[in-house]
């Protein structure tokens, strides 16, 4: 039987997570799992403060749904700076037999904030950074000119 891996990302918005799924995981959208997807209209993307908590619980339930039907690869696209955010991903992986792969990306939060697509202010993303706990054992990754260094 195939190997069942669930590759969740960490970082400030504009830190390179989705160009990552895009460009290097090149991954199917319907296993990328991301609160960003709720907020999406008609394919303009809407955010709204007031439903980050319901965006967390679709991004959750299309992860279960991925898992229960046993896809191969599925990818966690969120912030994710604390453990308690992705600690229900944690569970699920595990009781639906996945190996996990943590992967965060770091970048200036300078440059973070020119480069994220959804208008964070950079405040907003430095914030976002000082929040960030160390996850034991994951990758970090520096997304530079287009491409992914390992640190």
């Excluded at 504009?14 to 090149?26: A, D, I, M, P």
């Amino acid at each position: 039987m195939p190997e069942k891996k669930m590759i969740i990302l960490r970082g400030i918005p504009g830190s390179g997570k989705t160009t990552y799924t895009q460009r290097v995981l090149e991954q199917a959208q319907e296993v990328i799992c991301s609160a960003d997807h709720y907020f999406i209209r008609e394919g303009v993307y809407q955010f709204s403060p007031a439903d980050i908590g319901k965006a967390h619980e679709a991004s959750q339930q299309k992860a279960r749904k991925l898992c229960s039907s046993g896809a191969k690869t599925l990818i966690i696209d969120n912030t994710n700076t604390k453990k308690w955010e992705f600690e229900p991903y944690l569970k699920m992986a595990a009781e639906y037999g996945y190996t996990v792969e943590v992967v965060r990306f770091i970048l200036p939060c300078k440059i973070a904030a020119k480069r994220n697509l959804h208008g964070v202010p950079e405040k907003n993303v430095e914030r976002m950074m000082e929040r960030f706990e160390d996850y034991p054992g994951e990758s970090l990754l520096n997304p530079v000119n287009g491409e992914f260094n390992p640190i």
